[in-house]
């Protein structure tokens, strides 16, 4: 049922859905402000997805090194868990064999409750 209250008529909408059919299956920006459009990655940002961020190159890593290292493959439902299996997750979510080793390496009989607790052990250990 149509109620009058359209600024189109059902014609001239039909015509303008042809005309931007084109348009929007182009892929490209169909916004005409371009502060409105998201920007593409800037040259310095970090390839994440591309390639795995080495942790670090130092004997002591910074904290926010290892707890981003870390969190990228470790989440809240893996704790509590004691190193044995929290190095185990770490091998399947391919972080690094350095992050992996100091984790292997903590006390066995040690449980951890949650990621910042872990980084303060991998930090602690030598």
């Given amino acids: 049922m149509q109620r009058g209250s359209d600024r189109l008529s059902v014609h001239r909408d039909d015509e303008m859905k042809h005309e931007l059919r084109e348009l ?3 892929g490209h920006p169909t916004r005409t402000e371009d502060w409105n459009d998201p ?3 800037a040259e310095d940002d970090p390839e994440v997805f591309r390639a795995p961020i080495r942790p670090w190159t130092s004997a002591q ?3 926010a090194t290892v707890r981003l290292e870390l969190a990228r493959s470790l989440t809240r439902h ?3 868990a ?3 299996e929290l190095a185990d997750v770490l091998r399947r979510g391919n972080a690094s064999d350095a992050l992996v ?3 292997s390496r903590l006390p066995r009989a040690k ?3 949650s990621l910042f607790a ?3 052990a991998v930090l602690g250990e030598k």
């Fill in 24 to 26: 929007l299956r182009s």
């Fill in 39 to 41: 920007e593409p990655p």
């Fill in 61 to 63: 890593p910074s904290p």
């Fill in 78 to 80: 893996d704790f509590p």
């Fill in 82 to 84: 004691q190193p044995r």
């Fill in 101 to 103: 080793r100091r984790v």
């Fill in 111 to 113: 449980r951890y409750d």
């Fill in 118 to 120: 872990l980084a303060e």
